[in-house]
């Protein structure tokens, strides 16, 4: 699916370090015949979605790349707003020595060793994310990075990743990545560099137990640190994937019920792809499902808090128009989505990488480069622009400085058009800075901006990024009720306000907790504000724009609650005089069916595939009288998934909701006896298993 583009990234990146250096060749921009409209952006000031990360905006840079550290990029980097580096660099990483700066079979650079790398990452102020040699390494070799790093020369590396994309060493036919583990089909170990397509003896379940290694190792170096597992994107080859051979159960399956309670940090990447533009830029809309299935598989299969494991993206781009304005308005919402849903981090591919397949892109040059700057060489019959030409990419990441900054509070906003994608943030000083991205490439809209418990006072501020622009512009406006923003431009609105200032009101409430969950109430608690200026008088709970409680102490109880539905609530503490703080960070939680049910339900997902997938379902009935004809129902948690053929019982599905009835020959079910069921379904995306099953009209217990 995106493979093609992965397995050949670092190729790439030793082709065009063989290319000539030549002269600038600048963008051509581009204007439609533009159309006029009108729509609306809402924003709610106290929907916290939790703190922008110290490390959030990343970028990855590469050994083989000549101009990592070239002394434009710190000054270049820090301009940004980057806060995050990787090293070494996608599938380098699992080739590369650290300790001689050599890559088994590959390219490296001059001044590209790890002491360089740092003194770029040491002046830009950013945080290292380091990607450890599993491939071709030892945890032992992991360990003395460690060590040197932390304790030698006192970084302070928080994050370490074990391997880079280790899913495509040949464990399920294709294969982009080395790894000294795998065998042939004969037992004979692989080759690196020449390995097959298939390989064997090095799945999920050699790198989970490998991955425990290292966890000791480079923990026994530093306790601290966040040691980071490969995991497969939901929804994305070859997530779900299995091999009665390589890989009985699904690879993220397989890892984490072997990691378990050492669960701390996962990664993945992602490259939505898209066959148009409009395709890719809609694909953030998935984020959502990935980052909710990650949870998911953490708490089952790891038996760990899903809210104490950092995720982080440690790769990322548009995989098409790559240096052109598409990309600027996929990166600026895509990195915002992912942190809106509480990952870390998240690191654009690449720094620079060099000229791939062009295209013209509404009337401008794309170069198919992977970089946000430009390496200046030629190929395919283009040559890039000078040395460190910041591309589209670069500036949409820098539109991100404009919108907040590490410890800024990121709450909710909508549109009133899908292709009119908002985000928002509350700064410590209590202004309220909103982003507007208009993916519509024809149309210029007069967007009118609301806002919940928020009071703009003077003049915004507004920030634009011109289609195909090449700086940042800035203007003042006299009203923070509406904006007019071009077609396929990035617009930033800084807007001064009330509603909690950060000179007089309480500092935010912790992170709230969710404790007694049962199948109708639940009680939530937080840790306590700090008071401003006044004494704090109450604490407001919020869920979307509404108040549902309001308390003097810590703590509150949540009634009436639905069974299978998903609530999210905000904390805000106000002082006596009226002052309110910045949200607290959000809470989410499903409500789980009932314990005690006179019937129960078992679901498990028994093989996938790209695309598809088999699961089993066990119904037992608990009660002390038999069933006689049943009817079981559930729905699917996302629409992208369908029934595609079913056996023990009559199948059918409307949209989302699923019903099975007996066959004539397992219509009864005895009391205390069950009847098991099963189907292959089919999905789009990620593929989360249903929260509620009814037998006959009664929600069954969860087993």
């Known amino acids: 699916m995106l493979r093609s583009a992965t397995r050949t990234r670092w190729v790439r990146g030793v082709a065009w370090m063989a290319a000539v250096l030549l002269g600038a060749a600048g963008l051509t921009g581009y204007s439609a015949a533009a159309t006029t409209a009108s729509t609306a952006v809402s924003v709610n000031a106290t929907g916290g979605l939790g703190q922008i990360p110290s490390n959030a905006i990343g970028l990855n840079t590469a050994v083989y790349d000549g101009h990592m550290n070239d002394p434009a990029i710190p000054g270049l980097v820090k301009a940004a707003g980057i806060t995050a580096l990787r090293y070494p660099g996608g599938s380098y990483a699992d080739i590369y020595n650290w300790q001689t700066n050599v890559a088994q079979g590959g390219y490296d650079a001059p001044n590209t060793s790890f002491a360089d790398f740092m003194k770029t990452a040491q002046a830009t102020g950013a945080n290292p994310i380091i990607t450890v040699n599993y491939g071709t390494g030892t945890e032992d070799l992991a360990q003395a990075w460690v060590r040197n790093a932390d304790v030698t020369n006192n970084y302070g590396i928080t994050y370490w990743e074990v391997g880079n994309e280790i899913y495509g060493n040949g464990t399920y036919g294709a294969n982009w990545e080395a790894d000294s583990h795998c065998t042939d089909a004969s037992g004979k170990p692989v080759t690196v560099g020449s390995a097959p397509s298939q390989t064997y003896n090095c799945g999920p379940a050699t790198y989970a137990a490998n991955v425990l290694k290292y966890i000791t190792a480079m923990k026994a170096a530093s306790p601290n640190i966040h040691v980071c597992a490969v995991l497969t994107t939901p929804g994305y080859w070859p997530d779900g994937v299995t091999n009665p051979t390589t890989s009985p159960q699904p690879w993220n399956q397989t890892v984490l019920s072997t990691l378990g309670a050492k669960t701390d940090c996962v990664i993945v990447h992602y490259y939505p792809g898209g066959s148009t533009a409009a395709a890719m830029l809609s694909t953030p809309d998935g984020i959502a499902g990935i980052t909710s299935t990650l949870r998911s598989q953490i708490s089952r299969y790891a038996g760990v808090d899903p809210a104490g494991v950092k995720i982080v993206v440690t790769e990322t781009n548009s995989t098409i128009d790559l240096d ?13 989505t992912w942190l809106e849903h509480g990952v870390t981090n998240v690191d654009w591919w690449n720094e620079h990488n060099g000229v791939g397949t062009p295209s013209m892109v509404n009337g401008a040059q794309d170069y198919g480069d992977q970089g946000i700057f430009s390496n200046g060489t030629n190929g395919s019959g283009v040559t890039e622009p000078a040395v460190n030409t910041p591309f589209s990419p670069y500036y949409a990441i820098q539109m991100l400085s404009k919108l907040g900054s590490p410890g800024d509070q990121m709450v909710t906003s909508s549109s009133g058009n899908a292709l009119v994608r908002t985000h928002a943030v509350r700064r410590a000083n209590g202004s309220l800075d909103v982003l507007i991205d208009n993916e519509d490439p024809s149309t210029t809209y007069t967007v009118s901006l609301s806002y919940n418990n928020f009071t703009p006072s003077g003049s915004p501020t507004v920030f634009t990024l011109a289609n195909n622009g090449t700086s940042i512009t800035s203007t003042t406006q006299s009203s923070a009720s509406s904006v007019t923003v071009a077609p396929y431009t990035l617009t930033v609105v800084q807007v001064p306000g009330s509603g909690g200032t950060g000179t007089t009101a309480p500092g935010a409430p912790g ?12 009680t939530l608690s937080w840790p306590a504000a700090t008071a401003g200026s006044y004494p704090i008088a109450r604490y407001d709970v919020y869920s979307g724009t509404s108040v549902a409680a309001t308390t003097t102490g810590t703590s509150v109880g949540l009634t009436g609650l639905t069974i299978g539905t998903s609530y999210t609530y905000n904390v805000v503490a106000v002082d006596n005089h009226g002052n309110a703080s910045l949200p607290s960070p959000p809470v989410t939680f499903t409500v789980p069916p009932p314990a005690n049910s006179t019937c129960a339900v078992h679901y498990e997902v028994t093989s996938s595939w790209n695309g598809g997938f088999g699961a089993s379902i066990t119904v037992t009935n608990r009660a002390t009288t038999a069933v006689n004809g049943w009817n079981l129902t559930f729905a ?9 053929a079913g056996w023990n019982g009559t199948w059918s599905q409307t949209g989302q909701q699923v019903s099975v009835t007996n066959a004539d020959w397992n219509r009864t079910i005895a009391a205390g006896g069950s009847v098991s069921l099963g189907f292959n379904g089919t999905n789009t995306g990620a ?4 929260t509620v099953f009814s037998l006959n009209g009664t929600v069954c217990s969860s087993v």
């Open 324 to 336: 052109t304005q598409p990309a600027a308005l996929f990166g600026a919402d895509m990195y915002m």
């Open 511 to 522: 992170q709230p907790t969710v404790s007694n969950l049962t199948s109708s109430s639940a």
């Open 636 to 644: 699917w948690p996302d629409a992208g998934e369908a029934v595609q």
């Open 687 to 690: 593929a989360p298993a249903p």
